[in-house]
């Protein structure tokens, strides 16, 4: 038998719920990343070539690309409640005591959950679909994100087994360290500063405007909260246990404790293993297991009496700071270095921290000499979080910051609303040089294979190049007589570097180093402009009109070009070949994804003027036509679409689509 169309899509849509079911919540992949994309890729193409039986909640909508402007406030159906705090044994035992004798009763079982260090989001599900994600707010009302939160894939957009027809569960979004960590590090790359801490950048991100941007950070959402009108189960760990039956994915770190003494063991053995998590916790938190008693115990003006939540001490030492050290970054940015008395913490052994920036010194008032409080988070680098003044020595001086670049002596400046500072000699001084050229090769931006950072300093050094230009220009008898350097690895250089000619245009312009040009805003221009031309012709106000592009950015981009050393450089890239303009297919933007399909536009639009929407179906292969008939595929309705042609719409049962529907057909 062989299966309509429809029936390929929905087969496909459940197989790959059902991987990414696997993968991200069971953490066990049956199949390849590979075979995994190509059947996605199949389902893509079903779709867009039958947007008849286009879903909201398919697999492909994981990408994102809708964009909010303004997130909808809306009114949460349940209260979302906060949590009792408590940070000691005694405190939960006055909450054991106080339970005990609202419930008359010495019979209490409590479930322990670890405190996911996060941004609580409320899901919404109605007949097995989720509808609407709202972030926790002031506990009244939150924010809508469902657009974003769809992006996550280890949350169910279907759910596996239907429940009752409506309910609520709720979680913590948050970003674990294995991915955070590697944000960072791709910030860096750009020289952009690192993100503070996951708990910050994962409640952040549910607020960016751009879904298809949240699509690429690596969140996860752990629940730990049904509500529901009809809920069958008894207690809350067995809701708990259903939710998981349901595709949710619940840590399998909760227990349930008998006594208050196991809920005690169950605080000791995660105060030390949390360290082994592959996310941040600050704390447990109790609950009573029973619904029944949770009922019957109800709220507090805040929060519930049914629980209460552990704060764990952070990880904290005490140690001397010998020295302060100051790093330069690629861009210029100075970052200042705790260098310290060698000190165990959280299972390593610190020797730095980073102190930010000058503003940052003079809060804390660090002084040489000082023993200084250090903890340690999912961060890399562990932070300086306070002094002990009574451990201050008496002879102690007030941290004077540098006045001069460290490496070239080059008096810093610092710009008003900036909180650091930067050697302004981008051209003369060293570790700008190399860092510029090491970010020119690395892997996102030219990709030049066989040379390393270690070379480039070599090259520096042996005054081979002073800038990214000069690589193309380097011969292989200039190369091997380099210390440690074979004749082969010095042809792979250049092989390597010629390669590099046929890297993509957005790939270069996130190379050439613009500060906070990153590699996502590299993309944006490069689609925008087109070519360096026209990039270099834009004026300020014209950079700023570009998605996403803010005045921070134009500034930098039109500082960039005004300079013509920078000039200069990109002369001699075009002459090595290097491509400084999007390719041919590309360049027209054009399509077929809507060949042979009819369209009638009606209405008012927010993303486009009517004719530029007409254009946007002529670019991908549709054709527009000024009346609705038999033929026509699509109505592509905007606000106040005429009534006439409503009706006949209507009567002709041709699908009215939305404009965002029909953006996502076109993406
Ligand atoms: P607080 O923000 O300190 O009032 O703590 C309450 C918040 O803790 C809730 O809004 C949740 O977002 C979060 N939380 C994290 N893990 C859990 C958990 N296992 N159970 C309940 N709440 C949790
Ligand atoms: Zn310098």
């Keep these: 038998m062989t299966l309509t169309i429809e029936q390929k899509i929905n087969q496909l849509r459940a197989e790959l719920h059902q991987h990414n079911y696997n993968y991200y919540v069971l953490d066990n992949a049956v199949i390849s990343d590979y075979e995994f994309d190509l059947k996605l890729k199949e389902l893509e193409k079903l779709e867009s070539e039958n947007p008849q039986f286009f879903d909201a909640n398919s697999p492909t909508q994981r990408v994102g690309g809708e964009i909010t402007k303004n997130f909808k406030t809306v009114a949460h159906k349940n209260r979302m409640y906060s949590l009792d705090n408590s940070y000691s044994k005694e405190d939960l035992l006055d909450w054991e005591k106080r339970i005990k004798k609202i419930l008359e009763t010495e019979e209490i079982n409590y479930t322990c959950e670890l405190k996911y260090d996060g941004a609580s989001i409320n899901l919404s599900y109605e007949k097995g679909v989720l509808v609407s994600a709202v972030t926790r707010g002031d506990g009244f009302e939150g924010d809508d994100v469902t657009a974003n939160i769809k992006t996550i894939k280890s949350i169910p957009l279907v759910l596996k087994t239907p429940f009752v027809d409506s309910f609520e569960i709720r979680g913590e979004i948050i970003l674990p360290l294995k991915g955070f960590n590697k944000m960072n590090e791709e910030r860096i790359e750009a020289g952009e500063d690192p993100y503070m801490n996951p708990r910050n950048t994962a409640s952040g991100s549910l607020k960016l405007q751009d879904s298809a941007e949240v699509s ?5 959402c752990l629940l730990y909260q049904i509500v529901a ?5 008894k207690t809350h760990f067995e809701a708990l246990e259903m939710a998981k039956k349901l595709g949710f994915k619940i840590p399998n770190t909760i227990q349930i404790c008998s006594t208050i003494n196991e809920v005690f063991n169950f605080i000791e053995k995660w105060d030390e293993e949390r360290l082994q998590l592959p996310y941040e916790t600050d704390g447990v938190v109790i609950k009573v297991n029973s619904l029944s008693q949770q009922d019957e115990l109800g709220y507090t003006a805040k929060s519930p009496r049914w629980a209460i939540a552990y704060k764990f001490k952070t990880e904290q030492e005490s140690t001397v700071l010998n020295e302060i050290t100051y790093q330069v970054g690629r861009t210029g940015a100075i970052t200042p270095v705790a260098n310290l008395e060698p000190v165990q913490l959280a299972g390593t052994i610190v020797k730095r921290a980073s102190l930010h920036n000058a503003d940052q010194i003079e809060k804390l008032d660090v002084r ?38 460290p490496d070239c002596n080059t008096e810093l400046v610092r710009t008003v609303g900036d909180a650091k500072h930067y050697c302004p000699n981008e051209y003369g001084c060293p570790t700008q040089i190399t860092g510029r050229i090491q970010h020119f090769i690395s892997r996102k931006a030219m990709n030049i294979d066989g040379l390393g950072a270690e070379t480039v300093e070599l090259l520096f ?6 800038n990214y230009a000069d690589l193309y220009e380097l011969r292989v008898e200039q190369i091997t007589p380099l210390e440690r350097m074979a004749e082969k690895s010095a042809q792979n250089i250049i092989v390597g570097i010629q390669k590099s000619t046929e890297v993509p245009f957005e790939k270069v312009l996130f190379a050439l180093g613009i500060r906070f040009v990153g590699e996502t805003v590299a993309k944006k221009l490069a689609k925008h402009f087109k070519s360096i031309d026209n990039l270099m012709n ?15 950015i134009a500034k930098s981009v039109v500082d960039f070009f005004k300079n013509d ?49 007409k254009k946007s179906i002529e670019d991908n292969g549709g054709k527009v036509a000024s009346s609705i008939s038999k033929k026509t595929d699509y109505i592509v309705a905007g606000e106040n679409m005429g009534p006439s042609k ?4 209507e009567s002709l049962q041709i699908p009215i689509i939305s404009e965002i529907d029909y953006l996502k057909m076109i993406s």
């Design 538 to 552: 834009a004026t300020f106000e014209e950079l700023i009109t570009v998605d996403e592009i803010g005045d921070v």
């Design 646 to 649: 409503l009706s006949k719409a």
């Design 461 to 466: 050094k042996e005054g081979l190049i002073h």
């Design 565 to 613: 050393l920078n000039n200069d450089l990109i002369g001699r890239l075009k002459k090595y070949g290097v491509q400084l303009e999007v390719s041919a297919e590309s360049q027209e933007g054009k399509t077929t994804i809507l060949l042979g399909k009819i369209f009638v536009v009606s209405g008012v639009f927010t993303h486009f003027d009517r004719i530029g929407l």
């Design 368 to 405: 040489v000499g000082d023993t200084v409080f250090v903890e340690k988070g999912g961060e890399i680098i562990p932070k300086i979080v306070g002094v002990d003044l009574n451990a201050r020595p008496l002879n102690s001086q007030p941290t004077v910051y540098i006045t001069h670049c």
């Design 216 to 220: 690429k950070r690596p969140l996860d």
């Design 229 to 233: 009108d009809k809920n069958p189960n």
